[in-house]
């Protein structure tokens, strides 16, 4: 995704600049150590990409509140390797075989390897962190630690979801709260408080990159139905396919009338019916129930109150553009 | 273990006393939160007990130093948690029925839970070493993030030893000494900093419990085969049944004449034969070849050792009564 936000032409900090900055720092920072088989998953998974949105957040939540970047590498790279151990976790439980089109850990090793690894970079964020200034210690571990909590909750909801038929709205936007939007934003207030933030400001920024990261999930539930494959960078209806329960499924369960939601709980349920069909099937239900508007209307809301809550920072101009320029690139995706 | 210990007569610490100063701070800090299926388990792991081995060694390796053990509770629930955690995840990995003869966690609920409650014991375990005093973070931090990178560094080459033919003795026992007596090591001087201990004092008990440590795992080798079911409290030949690679095998096979290790490769590889056939057969080459007394020599070879660290520090007979008794305790089980 941050590939169409350096492509933007913002005011206020150069994205690319930052990305490099932190690529710089992750390949100053590689995991070294024996056996390979413990080493060498970590560091395939740092390797394969992705678009360091989190650690970007870091970097520019330290430069908004006049803190030098440098201050912030370390809670930058601890945020983007605790992300990457989630995801080698997830992929386990999720039977996953890709990731950013490579094979998963445990598809490229084993499970064994997978689970050990993960548990690796956990203790290596937490390592990454303590390399902060000594007296950002407490802030910046009280923060972490929260969050690695709330990803945790998010995950087992995300699990428990699977096996339930009616998810109501409210638990669906608590679970992606936590299992996406806490981390990105614990990943801009962490870097506000390198940069010097009060603790208000830390909690506004916070609540900022939360509700932008309610907004980005339900955007990329949309997009994956909605979207050109071009803009989602990936099949148009994985999530219909994998029986997910996402943002549209649950809201057309919530709004439909019997009919539409026995056809969509029967299509939801087979798994033998021709690909194609179904996601057109599934598609076809989400149009005709006018899912597509809400959902872009509930994300419009999400950015709205994150709007709300730094316009209450009093920033410059200056400051706010780079935050102004991610939530529009969030929204922009489906444009 | 510590049933054994919780009835020697020793003058020091009283082993019982801390037991359950730490029991009632286990209690008072039980893990709460949602999902169910994320806490529970991990409830359910800590309630199954075990000896709490390694928080009483941090309360101990405090009191040495001559500080009030409720300094060290954050630090011994810390390395509890940690404990148990790696338990979860091992026994995902070496598909564990059974442990402490309960249902393991992933049998009980299932391996994503598993997976899931392990990683978030691992942040709980942060959490639980951040409620110790502030001016102490550095130290234990330091210590406890080396002592969790080589914990999981033991426990996968543990799993590559699995499926190599010949291990060198030497790699074997810096195996034990990462994934078993690093923990053990850290659990004392974790104790000791929290005590006052200077960083010498910390780092010569460490290495007394590492080397007593060491001994530790060799005697668990030894008395899986030679040790009755009284003293093991398991069913004897274990280690043989599930084809390990112990200090035994490892020992017969560097010392063996190529008939013996013939043998015992044919023997080790055979998973269709009779259990007691095997274990009676395997038995009778170690002492053919009297690998026995050579394990109980290495084991007194690493107490020797573990003595030698302790008795540099020039403390008083009171404080060495504890440590000393451990060691007894421990080399004491097989007689």
Redesign the interface.
Same mark, same amino acid.
């Given at each position: 995704m941050i590939s169409l936000l350096l492509n933007s032409n913002m005011s206020g900090s150069n994205y690319s600049e930052l990305v490099k900055t932190f690529e710089q720092y992750l390949a100053e920072n590689t995991f070294s150590? *024996?056996?390979e088989?413990?080493y060498n998953p970590m560091n395939y998974m740092m390797g394969l990409g992705g678009k360091r949105v989190r650690p970007v957040l870091t970097l520019l939540g330290c430069e908004i509140f006049g803190g030098s970047v440098d201050k912030a590498l370390p809670s930058a790279l601890c945020v983007e390797i605790f992300h990457n151990f989630s995801l080698v976790?997830d992929d386990?439980?999720d039977k996953a075989p890709l990731r950013r089109g490579q094979q998963t850990v445990h598809q490229k090793w084993n499970?064994?390897?997978a689970?050990?690894s993960?548990?690796?970079m956990?203790?290596?964020a937490?390592?990454a962190l303590?390399k902060s200034e000594?007296s950002l210690?407490?802030r910046l571990?009280?923060t972490f630690?929260n969050t690695?909590?709330e990803v945790?909750?998010g995950? *087992?909801?995300d699990?428990?979801f699977e096996s339930m038929e009616y998810i109501v709205m409210s638990d669906y936007i608590e679970m992606i709260g936590l299992k996406t939007a806490a981390l990105l934003g614990a990943s801009l207030s962490m870097g506000a408080i390198c940069g010097g933030a009060t603790d208000d400001e830390a909690y506004k920024i916070r609540r900022f990159g939360e509700l932008t990261g309610l907004s980005f999930q339900i955007m990329d539930d949309y997009l994956d139905a909605f979207g050109s494959s071009f803009e989602i960078g990936k099949q148009q209806g994985g999530d219909i396919l994998a029986n997910k329960k996402t943002f549209l499924l649950i809201k057309a369960l919530e709004v439909g009338d019997e009919r539409s939601k026995k056809e969509l709980i029967d299509l939801h349920v087979d798994s033998q019916m021709d690909p194609k069909y179904k996601v057109e099937a599934v598609i076809s239900i989400f149009t005709e129930l006018e899912i597509p508007a809400m959902a872009l209307e509930q994300a419009a809301k999400y950015n709205d109150l994150a709007m709300k809550e730094i316009m209450g920072l009093g920033l410059e101009d200056k400051q706010l553009a780079p935050l102004v320029g991610f939530m529009n690139f969030l929204k922009g995706r489906n444009h």
């Amino acid at each position: 995704m941050i590939s169409l936000l350096l492509n933007s032409n913002m005011s206020g900090s150069n994205y690319s600049e930052l990305v490099k900055t932190f690529e710089q720092y992750l390949a100053e920072n590689t995991f070294s150590g *024996q056996p390979e088989n413990l080493y060498n998953p970590m560091n395939y998974m740092m390797g394969l990409g992705g678009k360091r949105v989190r650690p970007v957040l870091t970097l520019l939540g330290c430069e908004i509140f006049g803190g030098s970047v440098d201050k912030a590498l370390p809670s930058a790279l601890c945020v983007e390797i605790f992300h990457n151990f989630s995801l080698v976790h997830d992929d386990i439980m999720d039977k996953a075989p890709l990731r950013r089109g490579q094979q998963t850990v445990h598809q490229k090793w084993n499970e064994a390897a997978a689970i050990l690894s993960g548990d690796l970079m956990l203790v290596k964020a937490y390592e990454a962190l303590l390399k902060s200034e000594m007296s950002l210690w407490p802030r910046l571990l009280e923060t972490f630690n929260n969050t690695a909590i709330e990803v945790c909750q998010g995950q *087992q909801w995300d699990m428990d979801f699977e096996s339930m038929e009616y998810i109501v709205m409210s638990d669906y936007i608590e679970m992606i709260g936590l299992k996406t939007a806490a981390l990105l934003g614990a990943s801009l207030s962490m870097g506000a408080i390198c940069g010097g933030a009060t603790d208000d400001e830390a909690y506004k920024i916070r609540r900022f990159g939360e509700l932008t990261g309610l907004s980005f999930q339900i955007m990329d539930d949309y997009l994956d139905a909605f979207g050109s494959s071009f803009e989602i960078g990936k099949q148009q209806g994985g999530d219909i396919l994998a029986n997910k329960k996402t943002f549209l499924l649950i809201k057309a369960l919530e709004v439909g009338d019997e009919r539409s939601k026995k056809e969509l709980i029967d299509l939801h349920v087979d798994s033998q019916m021709d690909p194609k069909y179904k996601v057109e099937a599934v598609i076809s239900i989400f149009t005709e129930l006018e899912i597509p508007a809400m959902a872009l209307e509930q994300a419009a809301k999400y950015n709205d109150l994150a709007m709300k809550e730094i316009m209450g920072l009093g920033l410059e101009d200056k400051q706010l553009a780079p935050l102004v320029g991610f939530m529009n690139f969030l929204k922009g995706r489906n444009h």
